[in-house]
């Protein structure tokens, strides 16, 4: 594990996947969730990202779990049965109000949904920088993927920014946090007045920068380092087979579920069976391939 954990603290091996096939795999990840609110499936869809997201950020990802993902759920599984009354099958009363069995499961449901969604965006939001965003999205629409990609770059820019300049104003005494309220709004509107002249600056000199090289000119061309390989193919494929076997399942009727007026789900059939073996196959395409990954730098190590 020595070798996995020394390979994973700097990129993912998802990270290298081309953005195509790694969108589609978000994509199919969020959808099945949120459209179809299986608890079979929700349970493998939320182990599946929350293995991935830890494998990802480590004890980060424990504290994002703990502090936040964890309560929103329990939150969420709490609030429904208090509230929706529905369901035929009545537990108890709580102050003249029905809890019914139908209601509790509803939540329960609702809260891993939220929680898997929440989770899988998380890794969405660590495996897609600016540069596979303009790569989607760049032929078809280039001019707001440019706009997307330069929001989302100046924005760790001007924090960046606002805290050099904080920090200047507090060596020559001017410190955000000191003193009376009135100094402290003086001190932190001259910090903003500081950020926006150096924003309105540097727009200037992007505008120049991009003139200069040429943007706006006809014909227009395009560049992107993401090529899609042979590993990308396989993994095309398996996705594939996982969004064929969802569609297919819940075409025949192998997955269902309903919550009201009564909860009934589809039987443990065999076709049910193969299709979860699928579906989980498909959605831990990541992890799996971080396991391969560190197999092989393994097998390379030894070889020196």
Known sequence: MTAFREKTAYTDAFDTVNPIAAFIFFAFALAVPMLLLHPPMLAVSF?????WHLLIRGKRALGFLLKFVLPVMLLTAIINPLFNHAGLTTLFYLKNNPITLEAILYGLSSALMLGTVVTWFACFNRIFTSDKLIYLTGRLAPSLSLVISMALRFVPLFTKQAKRIALANRASGM???DGKIRDRVKNALAVFSGLVTWALENSVTTADSMRARGYGLHPRSSFALF????????ISLLLA??????GLAAGFGVISVRFYPS???NALSAPFIVFLLIYTLTLFIPFLLN???????????SKI
């Open 227 to 234: 090529r899609f390989d042979r590993r990308d193919l396989v």
């Open 175 to 177: 410190a955000v946090s």
């Open 241 to 246: 087979l996982g969004i064929a076997a969802t």
């Open 291 to 301: 396991l391969y990954e560190a197999h092989r730098w393994r097998l390379l190590r």
């Open 263 to 265: 909860f009934k789900m």
């Open 47 to 51: 182990l599946a990202a929350l293995s």
